[in-house]
Each structure stands twice: as structure tokens, then as C-alpha cells.
């Protein structure tokens, strides 16, 4: 069955650094869109992020300049570098995909999310 696990979740204080990745595993044909979103407590959750396969990218106000999502399709796997990271950005984090299964149209799929934490 298709999956997306994350990974580099963890604490760091403000104004550090944080690499997250997210892997797809499974039998599928090919993945379109690829993002990251997050959710803090109390919160709904947001989009950060998202590049598509052929490499256009969308980000969030609140974290251009300083977050980078990036791809590596022969792996794939989807990345985001958090630089300056500040206490609001602290949220469970979520990688989301669209990927085709057995037919054409792409279905949408969900990591189980990874802690980052940035204290003050």
C-alpha cells in the first residue's frame, strides 16, 4: 500500500534550523504535487508548502524566506529546510501528495506528521 512517513522532527530554539523529509513507498504509477502542512494545537491545519513534479512552488506568507521546500523525484521524496525558526512555528507537520494508484486521476494522501518544536 502507498505511504508517506516524515522524519527530522524535533526541537530547536529560535532562530535555529530544521530539515524535514518525507518519503512515498509502495506500487504507484507516478506522484504530481507534493507540500508540506502544518497544524498547531487549537489550530486548523495550514499549508506551508507545496512544489509540484516539475518543480513550481507555492509558500505560505508567513514562511517565505525562510523555509524551502525541494523534491527529489527519483527518490521519491519531498524536503523542507526551516532557517529562522521562531516559536509560532512550532506545529505538528504534515507531507501530503498526490499520487496515482491504479488509474489516472491522483489521489490524495497523508503522512502521519512529525513534532517540531521551537522554544524561546
Known amino acids: 500500500q502507498v505511504q508517506l512517513v516524515e522524519s527530522g522532527g524535533g526541537l530547536v530554539q529560535a532562530g535555529g534550523s530544521l530539515s524535514l523529509s518525507c518519503a512515498a513507498s509502495g506500487r504507484f504509477f507516478g506522484i504530481t504535487v507534493m507540500g508540506w502542512y502544518r497544524q498547531a494545537p487549537g489550530t486548523q491545519r495550514e499549508l506551508v508548502a507545496t512544489?509540484?513534479?516539475?518543480?513550481?512552488?507555492n509558500y505560505a506568507d508567513s514562511v517565505k524566506g525562510r523555509f524551502t521546500i525541494s523534491r527529489d523525484n527519483a527518490k521519491n521524496t519531498v524536503y523542507l529546510q526551516m532557517n529562522s525558526l521562531k516559536p509560532d512555528d512550532t506545529a505538528v507537520y504534515y507531507c501530503?501528495?498526490?499520487?496515482?494508484?491504479?488509474?489516472?486521476?491522483?489521489?490524495?494522501?497523508w503522512g502521519q506528521g512529525t513534532q517540531v518544536t521551537v522554544s524561546s
Open positions: 512544489i509540484t513534479s516539475n518543480g513550481s512552488l
Open positions: 501530503n501528495a498526490f499520487i496515482r494508484v491504479l488509474v489516472t486521476i491522483p489521489e490524495i494522501f
